[in-house]
């Protein structure tokens, strides 16, 4: 099922604007309770893949131009784990979306982002209409140049089972050259840096990227959130095969990777925020990704 659920991820779209298609792994890495005790092993296994298609483009607002995309998102992840890590991790994660968002200018620096969609967070075994989650929310950003823009906002979803609105800050630093950096703070974070060895070469260090798997899970009857985020530093080599399509390739290690089951309320959403004594914690491990990335620009 969950092979049918990300080929219909990844291939009902048309190729018009941008898509990417990935691998990536997460090598074997003690798993560990609260208090630092070994208790078992576990590694990850994933593939992914993403389509942006624009929609509607706008070209004769005075204040800039509005613009409607639509981008359809899927991510199936294996988790090989060993001893106590099978009965506090899943087996398989099935992570699939689609989105619209809409970005229209305000003012002569000003613009409107709003996003609307819904995301399926489960597992092959527990697939049900209770776990799609809705999302929707508005982000209002300023641009200082033009390669900074910042901004604030906020997301409501219901990915906790009950409404919870969550205040999005919007960073977007971009500077482009033989040596490039790019700072993004818009879901989850990014940093990377870069620079061009020859025409198609360019080498890349990302100090900084996050990768998340979440499902909703089903224990003793109930409906629990299990999730995990992984905090990796990776350096590869984007080599770009022709004007439309880019592959890279990067490898790393990770320097924080927690997980953690909790109630899917507004109330333990909140609680357990900033409580990190209540996750399972991995020792740091190699990961490696490899991404093909196509593009009409």
């Not at 969950?2 to 990935?22: G, M």
């Not at 200018?105 to 709003?114: F, M, P, Q, T, V």
């Not at 075994?125 to 989650?133: C, D, P």
């Not at 022709?242 to 609680?271: C, M, P, V």
Request: proline share 4%; aromatic share 10%; glycine share 8%.
């Amino acid at each position: 099922m969950q092979k049918i659920l990300l080929l219909l991820c990844l291939f009902t779209a048309t190729p018009l604007a941008a898509q990417l298609l990935e691998y990536g792994f997460v090598s074997p890495s003690d798993y560990k309770t609260f208090d630092g005790k070994t208790i078992g092993k576990s590694s990850i296994q994933y593939i992914s893949g993403n389509y942006q298609m624009p929609l509607y483009v706008k070209r004769d607002n005075p204040k800039g131009r509005s613009l409607l995309t639509a981008t359809i998102s899927g991510k199936s992840a294996r988790l090989h784990n060993e001893g106590e890590a099978k009965k506090g991790n899943p087996k398989e994660i099935i992570n699939t979306g689609a989105m619209l968002t809409y970005v229209t200018s305000i003012a002569e620096r000003w613009n409107l982002i709003a996003t609307a969609g819904a995301s399926l967070n489960t597992t092959p075994n527990y697939i049900r209409l209770q776990n799609i989650a809705l999302t929707g929310g508005a982000i209002f950003t300023y641009s200082i140049n033009k390669n900074l823009n910042i901004g604030i906002g906020a997301i409501a979803t219901t990915a906790y089972g009950e409404p919870v609105v969550l205040p999005t800050p919007f960073i977007n630093w971009k500077y482009e050259g033989k040596y490039s950096i790019e700072l993004n703070m818009r879901g989850l974070p990014e940093f990377i840096l870069s620079a061009q060895l020859n025409e198609k070469n360019r080498i890349i260090l990302s100090p900084l990227a996050v990768e998340r798997f979440s499902a909703v899970i089903n224990i003793d009857g109930d409906n629990k959130l299990y999730s995990q985020n992984i905090l990796k530093t990776t350096i590869g080599v984007i080599h770009r095969i022709n004007h439309r399509l880019i592959l890279s390739a990067e490898a790393g290690f990770t320097s924080y990777r927690r997980a953690r089951i909790q109630e899917r309320s507004y109330k333990a959403f909140w609680d357990d925020l900033f409580d990190s004594d209540k996750r399972h914690k991995f020792s740091p491990s190699g990961t490696i990704s490899i991404a093909l990335k196509y593009s009409i620009r």
